[in-house]
């Protein structure tokens, strides 16, 4: 496929084998709730676009996002040492999202947020099939990471679905693959590889609720030999499609609808997520918490992504249970309007 928008101004939805050459959302034909046609400044106005590069290990997590809110450009990267407890982090809003710049393309293009001294840049080659991380902070912090979808073979999960009465939202997710590449900062120098890291990344965009909110978990490491990532989450990408699903070894399992169970007021107590299929029962505890708080009237957002250790069993069809013990991934607590 080359282009997600179709001629008649339609998204083609779907979960599908790779990913769109282009998510041409300037052809999509908007229409108000009542089919009124909206032009080019609502279409801009309405159309959001982020991205996402997590990276798991026993001594070392990380983060880093980069969003297109039309208004606003926003950006934030971390850093946690789980031994010590030691978090350090940075947060970026650029007005307008001048300074920054994003790729419709999720297979060959490079987003970035740039302020003052500081870099947060997302690299998507399709040759070889590479996504890159790369951070150059004004204190010293720098990030060079990567991973490769095809040396193993991995299938993503790529999926477009429709959102309340007049959007669509374009999806793709990977968890479970190494990672490559070093750190350093002020909590150590550090060899990806020699911490046997791994990554996840997620590359959204289109229309959605203009009020919305989720749940989300990930998780990426190895299960006696096996490659495992994860990806569920309730609130968004559920119409008609669903984006559950998890990996072993690059293979792509979909899972059916998830339910998590969390004290809202405390994310960082245990959390219960189960699958309506049986494929699914995790319990996950938090061991750090990146927070982010926005009110500006027409956007607002209330982010929390915490980072701690999962356990339970996956139950993959016609297969044995995978027990999952102390796998290092995220889960997240998000409301935003936009």
Known sequence: MQRLIQANGQPHYGIFAEAPGLVNYRDFDFRSPMGRRLGALAKWRRFHQFQYFGLVSHELIGGCALGNLSL??????????????RLIERQFRLPLGFGSRFSQQPDDGICELRSGGNLLRLENRPQ??????LVELDDGTRIDAYFSEQQPAFQPM????????????YAQKV???RCRGTVQSALGDFDLQALDAFAHHDWSAGYMRPETHWNWACLSGEVGGVRVGLNL????NE??????CYWLDGELIQVGGVHFQFDRDDPLQPWQIRSADGQVELRFRGHGLHRERLDLGLLASNFKQVFGCFEGVLRPPGRAPLVIEQLWGFVEDQYVKW
């Not at 989450?233 to 968004?236: D, L, M, N, P």
């Not at 119409?239 to 559950?244: G, I, V």
């Open 233 to 236: 989450s309730c609130g968004v």
């Open 158 to 169: 790529c999926i477009c679905t429709p959102t309340a009465v007049n959007g669509w939202v």
């Open 175 to 177: 968890a479970g693959v």
């Open 239 to 244: 119409t008609s499609f669903s984006e559950n």
């Open 128 to 133: 070889p099939k590479e996504k890159r991380l």
């Open 72 to 85: 606003l450009g926003v950006g934030f990267v971390y850093l946690f040492h789980p031994s010590s407890g």
